[in-house]
């Protein structure tokens, strides 16, 4: 059996917001937000268990259509509600302060709904610190919640410090009312982690993917009956909030691309995240980085997620990415890419990664940008930086 399905513009997330509602009680079509897409229309059928269509940024590979039921969608929030609080009815609320064609910012409406509340719903477009507190300020509950990428949180900081510094200390009451500020996207920097926590905000660290309906590990713990195991090294996740898997270009479950990906071993079924990392005997999980954002530099292998780790340590570097480069001599060599002017220089770079990771890890540009590119979930474009740091040393 299918169910129709219609193609929202993300610019409208209250359209999201009611299409998202009548999807999860069955009155309405399935829903995919997407970005631009102009006026509501119908876009065929899907299969009948499916109530929204998350289309991913391809931030690092090919875009792909991820497939989700209303039971993984309630199941992930039902988690959320029991690891940050808000599980009594009519209580919780939120602010969307994400594109709503993204799984986080969908999710904020999705556990609005769950919730019995109406959240509150930035304008699309550039994110403006002033605009997210005058928003939270009209939260009317006991318990706010709200998600954000790690420059959202970051410039939030900034403009709340600011103001303090000018005895304005209002942004920072804003914040801290805040019963959680889930943090995911990217990865959450210590630094930026320490002025959060410094600044008496209550910062939760999520990890998850739109095939896992979002965050599903809260600071290195998986949430509700999720759970996390390590395999030769690699990320596996399972629970009832996956995702059905990957639609195809008809709407119909594309089987090869959904069985690379989801699995089923003893019973279980498990999404093979990509992500390398250690599981503890607790079950406790920490991410290393992803499986395929290593290189082979001189035969070594190096992991340009632990080279950024480091690089971003260093003062003026704390959004830098690190990327792949060609090398006639190494075959690939690790380039930072960074915006503005910062002091350090490469020798010095190379030095620091050099100490920590070896000879091979150290980065062998280093490229500065006018501005660094952006998705609109608030993440590196990491296609975007590598096609930037190829044209400079090109023309070098």
Not at 19 to 24: E, F, M
């Amino acid at each position: 059996m299918s169910r129709s399905l219609i193609v929202i513009d993300a610019g409208d997330p209250h359209a999201v917001h009611v299409a998202l509602r009548n999807a999860l009680t069955g009155d309405g079509p399935a829903v995919l937000p997407r970005q631009g897409a102009g006026q509501t229309m119908e876009a065929g059928s899907v299969p009948r268990n499916v109530t929204l269509v998350v289309e991913t940024s391809g931030s690092t590979g090919v875009p792909k259509r991820v497939a989700l039921s209303a039971d993984a969608l309630l199941a992930s929030a039902a988690a959320s509600a029991g690891a940050i609080g808000g599980q009594e009815p009519g209580v919780a609320r939120w602010v969307l302060a994400l594109p709503a064609h993204y799984i986080a910012g969908a999710n904020v409406l999705v556990r609005s709904i769950a919730a019995g509340t109406e959240p509150i719903i930035l304008a699309p477009g550039h994110f403006d610190p002033a605009a997210f507190c005058a928003a939270a300020d009209r939260l009317d509950s006991d318990q706010r919640f709200t998600s954000l990428v790690p420059v959202q949180l970051a410039r939030l900081l900034d403009a709340a410090t600011d103001a303090a510094s000018r005895g304005d200390h209002a942004m920072l009451a804003t914040l801290r009312r805040f019963d959680a500020l889930l943090i995911g996207g990217q990865a959450l920097q210590p630094e930026l982690r320490r002025r959060a926590l410094d600044a008496g905000l209550r910062i939760v660290r999520t990890y998850g993917s739109s095939e896992t309906g979002g965050g599903c590990v809260y600071d290195g713990a998986p949430i509700g009956t999720v759970r996390a195991r390590e395999v030769d090294g690699h990320v596996e996740l399972s629970g009832p909030v996956l995702a059905e898997g990957y639609l195809d270009d008809t709407g119909a479950l594309d089987r090869e691309r959904t069985d690379a990906a989801f699995h089923t071993a003893d019973g279980i079924r498990w999404y093979r995240t990509g992500d390398l990392g250690t599981v503890d005997a607790d079950g406790r999980l920490s991410v290393t980085g992803r499986a395929d954002n290593v290189i082979i530099s001189g035969g070594e292998k190096v992991s340009l997620d632990a080279v950024e780790r480091v690089i971003r340590r260093r003062p003026g570097f704390e959004e830098a990415v690190v990327v792949a480069a060609v090398s006639a001599e190494w075959g690939q060599v690790p380039a930072v890419a960074v915006a503005g002017h910062p002091q350090t220089e490469l020798a010095q770079l190379r030095v620091l990664v050099r100490s920590e990771l070896g000879n091979a890890a150290a980065p062998a540009h280093l490229v500065l940008l006018d501005r660094m590119p952006l998705l609109a979930s608030g993440k590196p474009d990491r296609v975007a930086i590598a096609d930037r740091v190829a044209g400079s040393i090109r023309g070098a």
